[in-house]
């Protein structure tokens, strides 16, 4: 083992430590019933960590190019993370999916295995949700002194969540009904402090601003972007998709406007599933299938990853995969909500392509297991490189209709419908949202006025497909309004990954070979879009 990957292994340890709610997340061991202190001590101990090992790394010797490469993967993720403390984007913050409220429920989740649940565990992290949020709130009212709260919309969305919390702990064993009621009041009582005491002082303004999102987005794709750039990109890729979903609603039903197509398979019984077990069963089918068609053929799966679990959760959290836990305890799981008691199915391949194989299943599953040739921050880090994990699920979703594997015209819709046009308007309403651009003239959307968070629903309804209508709407805008510079991540890391595909075909020309880059690229493990570009570029001659 090199100094680097000592270090880096080292760091993994005392940052599951420190933070036992990522590391739920990252699937690292040994922290199982443990959470996050979230006060403000465990915030500037976390800061501190990141500090003194960034101090150590930069007096690290490296030697090979794998040890060049370890190091700038950690040394990217520490440099950004610092630079976000110094802002003042960290302790204070709330948003609708992956601040304090929403990650104390995932690590509750995450050991609700059913008659697999390790009891001590559960009852161990239930019991420690009173003092996790007595921290949180604590950190909360320091930021609120400082005059660092988040958006009123951020902070009335985390007061509903917590509720919400409240009644699925309900829901839990009778076993753990001690820790369950007293874990429950204390999230009520916290709702009720996030309505009546820090709504009122939390600003009404959305938008982050140019300043913050460029550090966002550069925390989220491990790249410095150009935004204004990326806007007009994300409206000329959004025109292209739309054009490949008419051509494909011509072919299910010619003559239609694309509106009548999707309303026509929202309404076909044979795209219609009922109930939770019947819509487990159909996305179990279609993972199974995946994995067991690209095994060997355009993929090398390992046997622990051919087994994937697929999750209907009681209430709608989206949809989200969780790679398998470091000692292999815990499957590679993918959650994915019922929008409705009888939901339509026709976009649920993509989605499965995008979450298991060959997506964040194939993607994460290999890093977990790939101790051959990555560290453990390597290895467990995926969760912290959206732009590299987003990008190859967007990327899997595309490929896959390469391979043919959208037998049904519905299905191509699906994709298109469900995924790619989404994406794509989630880069030109979270860039235009945050930097307050105007809409460009000729685009046929109020031509020349100024994005606002009523615009952007409009928007994002007229263009999530199967994935529902207002109301999901109104949950994407509020995602990106909370989370500058995620959505993005999505179409600008598939771009990303594209350009790296075809660089390598243009360099290597009847040399390459598909099933090489892939596992090549794979074997990278996480890392930034810039890094993941440049290292490519170097191995792919």
């Given at each position: 083992?090199?100094?680097?990957?000592?270090?880096?292994?080292?760091?993994?340890?005392?940052?599951?430590?420190?933070?036992?709610?990522?590391?739920?997340?990252?699937?690292?061991?040994?922290?199982?019933?443990?959470?996050?202190?979230?006060?403000?001590?465990?915030?500037?101990?976390?800061?501190?960590?990141?500090?003194?090992?960034?101090?150590?790394?930069?007096?690290?010797?490296?030697?090979?190019?794998?040890?060049?490469?370890?190091?700038?993967?950690?040394?990217?993720?520490?440099?950004?993370?610092?630079?976000?403390?110094?802002?003042?984007?960290?302790?204070?913050?709330?948003?609708t999916?992956?601040?304090?409220?929403?990650?104390?429920r995932?690590?509750?989740?995450?050991?609700?295995?059913?008659?697999?649940?390790?009891?001590?565990?559960?009852?161990?992290r239930?019991?420690?949700?009173?003092?996790?949020?007595?921290?949180?709130?604590?950190?909360?009212?320091?930021g609120?002194?400082?005059?660092?709260?988040?958006?009123?919309r951020?902070?009335?969305?985390?007061?509903?969540?917590?509720?919400?919390?409240?009644?699925?702990?309900?829901?839990?064993?009778?076993?753990?009904?001690?820790?369950?009621?007293?874990?429950?009041?204390?999230?009520?009582?916290?709702?009720?402090?996030?309505?009546?005491?820090?709504?009122?002082?939390?600003?009404?303004?959305?938008?982050?601003?140019?300043?913050?999102?460029?550090?966002?987005?550069?925390?989220?794709?491990?790249?410095?972007?150009?935004?204004l750039?990326?806007?007009?990109?994300?409206?000329?890729?959004?025109?292209?998709?739309?054009?490949?979903?008419?051509?494909?609603?011509?072919?299910?039903?010619?003559?239609?406007p694309?509106?009548?197509?999707?309303?026509?398979?929202?309404?076909?019984?044979?795209?219609?599933?009922?109930?939770?077990?019947?819509?487990?069963?159909?996305?179990?089918?279609?993972?199974?299938?995946?994995?067991?068609?690209?095994?060997?053929?355009?993929?090398?799966?390992?046997?622990?990853l051919?087994?994937?679990?697929?999750?209907?959760?009681?209430?709608?959290?989206?949809?989200?995969?969780?790679?398998?836990?470091?000692?292999?305890?815990r499957p590679?799981?993918?959650?994915y909500?019922?929008?409705?008691?009888e939901?339509?199915?026709?976009?649920?391949?993509?989605?499965?392509?995008?979450?298991?194989?060959?997506?964040?299943?194939?993607?994460?599953?290999?890093?977990?297991?790939n101790?051959?040739?990555?560290?453990?921050?390597q290895?467990?880090?995926?969760?912290?490189?959206?732009?590299?994990?987003?990008?190859?699920?967007?990327?899997a979703?595309?490929?896959?209709?390469?391979?043919?594997?959208?037998?049904?015209?519905?299905?191509?819709?699906?994709?298109?419908?469900?995924?790619?046009?989404?994406?794509?308007?989630?880069?030109?309403?979270?860039?235009?949202?945050?930097?307050?651009?105007?809409?460009?003239?000729?685009?046929?959307?109020?031509?020349?006025?100024?994005?606002?968070?009523?615009?952007?629903?409009?928007?994002?309804?007229?263009?999530?497909?199967?994935?529902?209508?207002?109301?999901?709407?109104?949950?994407?805008?509020?995602?990106?309004?909370?989370?500058?510079?995620?959505a993005?991540?999505?179409?600008?890391?598939?771009?990303?990954?594209?350009?790296?595909?075809?660089?390598?075909?243009?360099?290597?020309?009847?040399?390459?070979?598909?099933?090489?880059?892939?596992?090549?690229?794979?074997?990278?493990?996480?890392?930034?879009?810039?890094?993941?570009?440049?290292?490519?570029?170097?191995?792919?001659?």
């Amino acid at each position: 083992m090199s100094d680097v990957d000592a270090l880096s292994d080292r760091y993994v340890g005392e940052f599951a430590a420190a933070d036992p709610c990522a590391a739920a997340m990252m699937g690292i061991a040994g922290h199982d019933g443990e959470l996050t202190d979230y006060g403000p001590e465990g915030f500037s101990a976390r800061h501190e960590l990141a500090e003194r090992t960034l101090a150590e790394l930069n007096t690290t010797p490296v030697h090979t190019d794998a040890q060049r490469r370890a190091a700038a993967v950690l040394r990217d993720r520490l440099e950004i993370d610092l630079a976000r403390f110094a802002a003042g984007y960290v302790d204070a913050d709330l948003n609708t999916i992956t601040s304090p409220p929403q990650l104390l429920r995932q690590a509750i989740e995450v050991l609700d295995q059913g008659e697999r649940t390790v009891v001590a565990d559960m009852r161990s992290r239930l019991a420690g949700i009173p003092q996790a949020l007595s921290g949180l709130r604590a950190s909360l009212e320091r930021g609120r002194q400082q005059g660092r709260v988040s958006a009123v919309r951020q902070v009335v969305n985390c007061a509903r969540q917590s509720k919400e919390f409240a009644d699925y702990l309900g829901t839990l064993p009778s076993t753990y009904r001690a820790e369950t009621e007293r874990a429950g009041v204390a999230l009520v009582e916290f709702a009720s402090y996030l309505a009546d005491d820090l709504a009122p002082n939390a600003p009404r303004r959305d938008a982050v601003g140019r300043e913050r999102y460029a550090l966002e987005a550069r925390n989220h794709l491990g790249s410095k972007v150009d935004l204004l750039e990326t806007y007009e990109w994300g409206w000329q890729e959004l025109a292209r998709l739309e054009a490949e979903m008419r051509t494909v609603g011509a072919e299910i039903l010619p003559g239609e406007p694309l509106p009548a197509v999707l309303a026509a398979l929202d309404a076909d019984p044979a795209h219609r599933v009922r109930g939770a077990e019947q819509f487990r069963g159909r996305i179990q089918e279609l993972a199974d299938k995946a994995i067991a068609d690209l095994d060997g053929t355009h993929f090398d799966i390992p046997e622990p990853l051919r087994r994937l679990d697929c999750r209907v959760p009681a209430t709608n959290t989206g949809v989200y995969y969780l790679a398998p836990a470091e000692d292999l305890s815990r499957p590679g799981t993918v959650w994915y909500s019922m929008t409705s008691d009888e939901p339509a199915t026709w976009s649920v391949p993509s989605v499965m392509f995008h979450e298991g194989a060959p997506g964040h299943h194939l993607q994460l599953g290999l890093n977990v297991l790939n101790t051959r040739t990555l560290n453990r921050f390597q290895r467990l880090s995926a969760e912290l490189h959206p732009g590299h994990g987003e990008g190859w699920g967007l990327y899997a979703e595309k490929l896959m209709d390469e391979l043919g594997y959208y037998e049904l015209p519905a299905y191509r819709m699906g994709m298109f419908a469900g995924g790619q046009q989404l994406r794509a308007a989630r880069v030109v309403v979270d860039i235009g949202l945050h930097l307050e651009l105007p809409i460009p003239a000729g685009v046929g959307f109020h031509d020349g006025a100024v994005w606002t968070p009523e615009l952007a629903v409009e928007f994002v309804a007229a263009r999530s497909g199967a994935m529902g209508g207002i109301e999901f709407a109104r949950f994407e805008v509020d995602r990106y309004l909370g989370l500058p510079g995620q959505a993005i991540a999505y179409k600008v890391g598939e771009r990303a990954w594209l350009a790296a595909r075809a660089d390598a075909r243009a360099r290597q020309g009847s040399r390459f070979d598909l099933r090489t880059f892939h596992s090549t690229a794979l074997d990278l493990g996480p890392m930034g879009l810039d890094l993941l570009t440049s290292e490519l570029a170097g191995l792919l001659t």
